[in-house]
């Protein structure tokens, strides 16, 4: 799977879905203009020491994603979705997308793509969740229902017990 963020703003947020990407296996693409660099120690710090383990594409613009993903299947996350994201099928090489942290994905994308929308479900006058949250939730419903294979489903302790 993959995980697209159209022109992510905050360090921190990107760093938690690498360290998402890294936990899942998802492959993460970020798409330009960044609002930081990709050397930001915030970036850096929420990824924490799991850069290793993340596949990460960088895209000058969502056309060449598009351009690039021809016949993939993509999933728009957006709060102005008519269906909620649990109501999605999702495969092993779908691309769930996600737009910045102020806007979301730019309206004309969506207008093209409607059908491929999805909502998490919120109490009305909620605005929306964090990025990396968001990401995290439609990420792991995607696993899910592809009954997390790839991870390993049966609890472990690290050394300190937890």
Not at 87 to 96: I, T
């Amino acid at each position: 799977m993959h995980i697209v963020l159209i022109e992510p703003e905050i360090p921190g947020n990107t760093g938690n879905i690498a360290r998402l990407c890294a936990a899942t296996a998802i492959e993460l693409h970020l798409v330009k203009p960044l609002g930081f660099s990709i050397d930001d120690k915030h970036l850096k710090r929420a990824g924490l020491d799991y850069w290793h383990l993340v596949k990460v594409h960088v895209h000058e613009n969502f056309a060449e994603v598009l351009e690039k993903y021809q016949g993939y299947r993509f999933h728009f996350c957006t709060t102005k979705a008519p269906r909620a994201h649990s109501e999605a099928s999702f495969g092993p090489d779908d691309l769930l997308v996600f737009g910045k942290e102020t806007a979301g994905i730019p309206e004309s994308i969506l207008k093209d793509n409607w059908d491929s929308c999805i909502r998490i479900p919120m109490v009305s006058g909620a605005r929306s969740l964090n990025l990396s949250n968001s990401a995290a939730i439609v990420a792991y419903e995607a696993l899910r229902q592809q009954d997390y294979t790839g991870l390993a489903t049966e609890g472990h302790l690290h050394n300190n017990g937890t």
